[in-house]
C-alpha cells in the first residue's frame, strides 16, 4: 500500500487534495473515494466540482457515515440499516417489556403494573443517546446496581434482536463496514481522507481497516504545534504563517494579539441588540458590493439564531432589499404550522371534539374540507348559543335541542314576523351545520377511540390528510417553500414509523400513545431547510463544526458566551458522574480539545474579516461573555450598539425624534417616507385626528364610519354577551377589539407560556377534589387523607399537561410541594375546614355552573332595557340559607375599587345573573378564591354593600355595551394592565390625550 500523510492547518491543501482526486478517479471514477469529517463540506466539495462542469461520482465524497453504508449495503445486501426513528421504536418496545427498565423510566409506576407498562418517549431517546454513546466510544457500561442491570438487560435484548432480525443501527454500521473493508468483502483502491480530527473509536477502527486496505492512500491530518488542541506529533514544521502563529498560540496564554483580520468585537446588552448590530454591519458589506453569499454568521446555537434572523432580518434593508439567509438546520418540525395543523387534527379527536379545538382545527388553510367547511365563526356560535363544550354527542345532540326553541318560536303568534324570519334563518343555519357536523365526524372518527398497531394509524392518518388536500388545501400551488420542506420531512417520520413496524411484532396501542409517540418523534427532528435559490445571495447561519476546512471572506462569531463556549456535559444520561467516568466514553480534556479545535477552524474561516460578539443577557438571565473571547487583546476593535441606520424601525424612530426636535428635511431624509404628500398624510392624521377625544378610525374608533353598522347589529339588545366580553371591554377597548372582536390573539406556546395551563389545572384540580374525594369537605380529623387526595389529583393534573420546562416544574412544586417543603395546596384544605366548619356547603352540581340567556329575557336594567348574559362561575356556595360566587384566581385579585369604578364586572355580574335565574334564591356576595404559588386566600370584596354593586354593574355594563354598539374601540390606560398588556407593542395611548375625554 502507497501511503502519503501531509499536516496542516484546517482548510490548508483541499483544493489540492481535490484536484489529485478528480485526476484519479478521471480513468477510475468507481474506484476512488474522498472522505471527509461533515456533511457540508462533501457538500461544498461536490458543488465546487459540479459548477466546474467536471464529471465525478457523487456518492464517492461523502462523510464516514456515508461511507460506511455504502459498504453495509453493498458488502451484506441482506443486512437493512435502521433509521433513528426505528431504533427508538425498537428500544421502546423492549424497555415496556422490561419491569425494572420501567420503573427506572416511569419512577411513579406501580411495580405490581409488571410489564407492559408505558415508558415516556423522552425516556428512551436518553436510553437510545446512552447506548449509542457506548458504542460509538467502545465503552462498556459500568456494573454494581439494579439500575445498571437493568440498563445492560436491555442493551443485550436490543442487539440479540438485531442480530436475529438482521438490523444494524449507526455504530453497528461502522463495524461491520470495518470488517468488510479488512475481509475484503469491499476492496478499496484508492482512498483520500482528508480532515478528520478526532473521531470516534467506532470511526477510528473503520479508518484504520481503510488506511490498511487501501491500495493507495493519501490523508491530510489537520494539526499545529499546540498541544492543548492537538496530540504532539514529531517531525512536522510550523506553518510560517500568521494563521499558523495564531494556531500556535491560541490557548496556550490568557491574552493573544493574532495577525488576523478581527474587526470588531462586542459584548451587546442582549441577543437581539447583538444580532441588530450583526445585521447592520451585513448591511453595511452588502453596500459596499460584498455578495451576501460572502458572508456567514458562526454560532453554538444556530437554531437560537435562526429563529431571531427571521424576526429581524426583514427590518433591514441593503440596497432595497432585505438580507436573505438559509440555516444549516431547519426549524424545529413541531412549530411548523403545516404540522401544527395535523397535531391539531388530532388533538381535536382525541380531545372529544371540544369547541376551542373545533375552530382552531377549521382556521388552518392547509385542510380543503369541501362541502364539510364550517367557518369558525360558525362553530363558536353554534357553540355559545346550545352550550356546547365537547363531545361528539353535544354537537349533534344540542342544536337540535336548539333548533327546536327557535322552531316554536316561529309559531309562536305572539312574535312578530321580522323576528320570526330571523328564527326561521337561524333553524336553516343549525340545518345546514348539523349536516356538515356529521360529515366532519364520519371522516375523523376513523381514527376514533380504539387500539390499533402504529402501522394502522398512520394508514388511517394518510387516508384521512389525502381526503382532506392536505398540505396544499385552500394555498393550492402556493404551499411556501417552508412549509412544503416541512411536509416532506414529517412524511419521512412517517415512513419511518410505518416501515419499523415491519421489524417488531406489531402491537395495538390507543390513539392517545399513538400521538404521544408521534409528537415526541416530531418533537426531536428539524424541517430541511429549503433550497436557496441562488447561493450567492444568501447570508449563511452555521454551526462552527460545519465550518471546518473552509473558508467565507467575511465571518461573524456570535452568542460566544460562556455556557455554550465550551460546551462541556460530560456525563451520560442515567449514569452518575462516577459512572461516567468508569465507562470511560470521552474525557473532560478529549473534549474540551474539540470544542478548542472547533472554535479554531471557526476564526480561521474568516478571510477579509471576522466579527465576535456575546449577548449580556437573555430574556432576563445574565450571560457572561466566554473567556475564549475576551483573551484577544486588540485595541480599537471595540463594537458598540450604535446606529442603525439600515433598520426601518430604528430609522422611524430616529426620525420621530428629528422632526419633534425641528430638523425636519432632516427627519424626512431618513424616514424612508416615498415623498412629501405622503409625509403630509401622515402628520395630518398625528395633528389633526389623533388630537383631542379619540374620534376616528386611527384611534379604533368607529362611531361615524361605515363599519358603525356592523358592530351596532353584532352588539344589538338582542344578543347575548358573555361576562368575560364585557369585563374585557371595561378594562381597556383596544384590547378588547384586537383580542375578542378581531381574535388576533396569538396562540400561547406552550413552552414559554404557563399561565393559561396553570388556571386550567387548578380549576380541574378543584373540581375534582369536590366531586371525587370521598373526604370532602373535609375536617380536622380527615385533613391527612384530603390532603393526600388534592395532592395526588393536582399531580395528575399538572402531568396531563405535557409541559416539562423548569418553569412550569417549580410551580408544580411550589403548589404540590418537595420533601423540604410543604407547597401551597395544604393551606387550601385548612380553608376548606375552615367553610366546612362555618356551615358553608358547595353543591356539586353547581360547580363550573353554566349559565345562558340566549333564549330569555335577560337582566332588567334601569333605564328599562334588558341585558343577556351567559358565562360559566367556579363554584356556587350555600351558608345559612344564603348563596355566595366564587371564582378562582391564580393572579391578582380585584380589588374592590376597580368593581367600583367599573373596570372589574365579573362578580356582580354573576350575582345579577344567578337573582335573575334564580329568584327563590337569597344572594350573599361574591369572593375571589385565590390559589397563588405565593399565597392562599379568599378576598370578598363586595362586602361592604353588595346591594349598590350590583346595579352600578349593570349600568356600567349597559355602557360597555353601548360602547360596542357605536365602535367606540380606543385605548384607555391602567398602570397594572398596561405594563404586561400584549397588546402595548401596537398600542398608542398618550395620557395626555386621555384628559380630553378619551376614557369610557
Not at 470495518?178 to 483502491?189: E, H, I, K, T
Request: net charge negative.
Amino acid at each position: 500500500m502507497a501511503a502519503t500523510i501531509r499536516y496542516g492547518l484546517p482548510g490548508t491543501a483541499r483544493d489540492a487534495y481535490t484536484a489529485e482526486f478528480l485526476a484519479e478517479s478521471k480513468d477510475h471514477p468507481a474506484g476512488v473515494w474522498m472522505i471527509l469529517p461533515v456533511n457540508r463540506l462533501a457538500e461544498t466539495v461536490k458543488q465546487d466540482i459540479t459548477a466546474r462542469k467536471i464529471p465525478f461520482i457523487p456518492s464517492r465524497i461523502t462523510t464516514i457515515a456515508g461511507f460506511a453504508e455504502t459498504v453495509v449495503a453493498t458488502a451484506y445486501p441482506g443486512v437493512r440499516i435502521l433509521s433513528p426513528v426505528e431504533q427508538k421504536l425498537i428500544f421502546s418496545r423492549i424497555a415496556e417489556t422490561n419491569p425494572e427498565m420501567c420503573r427506572l423510566l416511569s419512577p411513579k409506576a406501580d411495580p405490581a403494573d409488571g410489564p407492559g407498562k408505558s415508558v415516556g418517549f423522552a425516556s428512551v431517546e436518553n436510553l437510545v443517546t446512552l447506548y449509542n454513546t457506548l458504542r460509538f466510544r467502545n465503552a462498556v457500561l459500568p456494573k454494581g446496581s439494579d439500575r445498571l442491570a437493568a440498563l445492560a438487560s436491555v442493551f443485550t435484548a436490543y442487539e440479540t434482536f438485531c442480530d436475529t432480525e438482521q438490523t444494524a443501527d449507526a455504530p453497528a454500521v461502522l463495524r461491520l463496514a470495518a470488517d468488510a473493508v479488512r475481509s475484503g468483502r469491499f476492496p478499496l483502491q484508492s482512498v483520500y481522507l482528508y480532515g478528520i480530527f478526532s473521531p470516534k473509536e467506532r470511526e477510528t477502527e473503520l479508518l484504520d481497516a481503510v488506511r490498511t486496505a487501501a491500495d493507495r492512500l493519501s490523508e491530510f491530518v489537520p494539526y499545529a504545534a499546540n498541544d492543548k488542541i492537538f496530540p504532539p506529533q514529531e517531525g512536522v514544521p510550523p506553518a510560517g504563517n500568521r494563521a499558523g502563529a495564531f494556531a500556535e498560540s491560541v490557548f496556550q496564554r490568557l491574552s493573544v494579539s493574532p495577525d488576523l483580520p478581527i474587526k470588531k468585537i462586542g459584548v451587546f446588552p442582549d441577543r437581539t441588540a447583538e444580532l441588530s448590530a450583526i445585521a447592520e454591519e451585513i448591511c453595511c458589506l452588502i453596500e459596499n458590493g460584498v455578495q451576501p453569499g460572502d458572508i456567514a454568521v458562526l454560532t453554538p446555537e444556530v437554531p437560537l439564531y435562526a429563529e431571531l434572523a427571521g424576526e429581524l432580518f426583514p427590518d433591514f434593508s441593503a440596497n432595497g432589499q432585505p438580507p436573505e439567509f438559509t440555516s444549516s438546520i431547519g426549524h424545529p418540525l413541531f412549530r411548523s404550522r403545516s404540522i401544527a395543523a395535523v397535531f391539531s387534527l388530532l388533538k381535536t379527536v382525541l380531545g372529544n371534539y371540544t369547541a376551542p379545538d373545533m375552530t382552531t382545527l377549521f382556521s388552518y388553510p392547509y385542510f380543503s374540507w369541501g362541502e364539510r367547511y364550517i367557518p369558525p365563526r360558525d362553530l363558536t356560535w353554534l357553540s355559545r348559543a346550545a352550550g356546547i363544550t365537547g363531545g361528539r354527542r353535544q354537537w349533534l345532540e344540542y342544536p337540535k335541542r336548539l333548533r327546536a326553541g327557535f322552531a316554536a318560536g316561529m309559531n309562536d303568534p305572539g312574535i312578530p314576523a321580522p323576528e320570526k324570519t330571523e328564527l326561521a334563518a337561524k333553524v336553516q343555519r343549525i340545518d345546514i351545520l348539523l349536516k356538515k357536523l356529521e360529515d366532519v365526524f364520519s371522516l375523523l372518527d376513523r381514527l376514533g377511540r380504539k387500539k390499533r398497531s402504529v402501522a394502522e394509524f398512520v394508514t388511517v392518518l394518510r387516508r384521512i390528510l389525502a381526503e382532506l388536500g392536505y398540505p396544499q388545501g385552500h394555498l393550492g400551488r402556493r404551499l411556501p417553500p417552508e412549509d412544503a420542506a416541512a411536509v416532506e420531512r414529517f412524511s419521512a417520520v412517517l415512513a419511518d414509523i410505518d416501515a419499523a413496524e415491519t421489524l417488531i411484532q406489531p402491537e395495538r396501542i390507543s390513539p392517545g400513545k399513538f400521538y404521544a409517540m408521534l409528537f415526541a418523534f416530531v418533537r426531536s427532528v428539524q424541517s430541511v431547510p429549503p433550497a436557496a435559490g441562488n447561493p450567492h445571495n444568501t447570508v449563511k447561519i452555521l454551526g462552527f463544526r460545519e465550518i471546518v476546512h473552509q473558508t467565507i471572506p467575511h465571518v461573524f462569531l456570535a452568542g460566544l458566551t460562556a455556557d455554550v463556549l465550551p460546551r462541556v456535559h460530560p456525563r451520560l444520561p442515567f449514569l452518575t458522574m462516577a459512572e461516567t467516568l468508569e465507562a470511560g466514553t470521552q474525557t473532560y480534556e478529549e473534549t474540551l480539545r474539540e470544542e478548542r479545535y472547533a472554535f479554531l477552524s471557526a476564526v480561521l474561516a474568516g478571510e477579509k474579516s471576522v466579527y465576535l460578539s456575546a449577548p449580556a443577557s437573555d430574556e432576563g438571565t445574565t450571560k457572561i461573555p466566554s473567556a475564549w473571547m475576551q483573551m484577544f487583546d486588540l485595541p480599537g476593535t471595540e463594537w458598540t450598539c450604535g446606529e442603525l441606520r439600515h433598520s426601518a424601525s430604528w430609522l422611524s424612530e430616529y426620525a420621530g425624534r428629528l422632526i419633534a426636535e425641528g430638523t425636519w428635511e432632516e427627519g424626512l431624509d431618513c424616514s424612508r417616507l416615498p415623498d412629501l404628500s405622503d409625509a403630509a398624510r401622515r402628520i395630518g392624521i398625528e395633528t389633526v385626528a389623533r388630537s383631542g377625544a379619540p374620534a376616528t378610525v386611527y384611534d379604533a374608533v368607529f362611531s361615524s364610519h361605515p363599519l358603525q353598522e356592523q358592530f351596532k347589529a353584532r352588539y344589538s339588545a338582542a344578543a347575548c354577551f358573555t361576562v368575560t366580553d364585557l369585563e374585557r371591554y371595561a378594562a381597556c377597548p383596544f384590547r378588547w377589539y384586537t383580542e375578542l372582536h378581531l381574535r388576533l390573539i396569538p396562540h400561547p406556546d406552550p413552552e414559554s407560556d404557563e399561565r393559561p395551563e396553570l388556571g386550567n389545572v387548578i380549576h380541574k384540580t378543584m373540581y375534582r377534589l369536590i366531586t371525587e374525594s370521598e373526604n370532602f369537605p373535609p375536617s380536622q380529623d380527615t385533613r391527612d387523607a384530603a390532603l393526600t387526595d388534592l395532592l395526588r389529583i393536582a399531580d395528575e393534573e399538572f402531568a396531563k399537561t405535557g409541559l416539562a420546562t423548569p418553569k412550569w416544574q417549580s410551580l408544580r412544586n411550589r403548589y404540590i410541594g418537595t420533601p423540604s417543603y410543604p407547597g401551597r395546596l395544604s393551606e387550601v384544605i385548612d380553608h376548606e375546614i375552615a367553610l366546612a366548619a362555618s356551615g358553608s356547603v358547595t353543591p356539586q352540581e353547581l360547580l363550573e355552573y353554566p349559565f345562558s340567556m340566549t333564549e330569555m329575557p335577560g337582566v332588567p336594567l334601569p333605564d328599562g332595557s334588558e341585558l343577556r348574559l351567559e358565562g360559566r362561575v367556579d363554584r356556587i356556595r350555600f351558608s345559612h340559607g344564603t348563596y355566595c360566587v366564587t371564582d378562582y384566581k391564580t393572579g391578582r385579585a380585584k380589588t374592590t375599587a376597580e368593581i367600583q369604578s367599573g373596570r372589574s364586572l365579573q362578580l356582580p355580574l354573576y350575582l345579577a345573573a344567578m337573582e335573575h335565574l334564580h329568584p327563590d334564591w337569597t344572594r350573599g356576595g361574591g369572593t375571589y378564591y385565590r390559589i397563588a404559588a405565593g399565597a392562599v386566600e379568599e378576598t370578598d370584596p363586595l362586602s361592604r354593600d353588595t346591594d349598590c354593586f350590583v346595579p352600578g354593574a349593570l349600568i356600567h355594563a349597559a355602557r360597555c355595551r353601548a360602547g360596542m354598539q357605536q365602535g367606540r374601540c380606543q385605548p384607555i390606560y391602567d398602570k397594572a394592565s398596561c405594563e404586561h398588556c400584549r397588546e402595548r407593542f401596537i398600542c398608542r395611548f398618550d395620557r395626555l390625550r386621555s384628559l380630553a375625554g378619551g376614557d369610557i
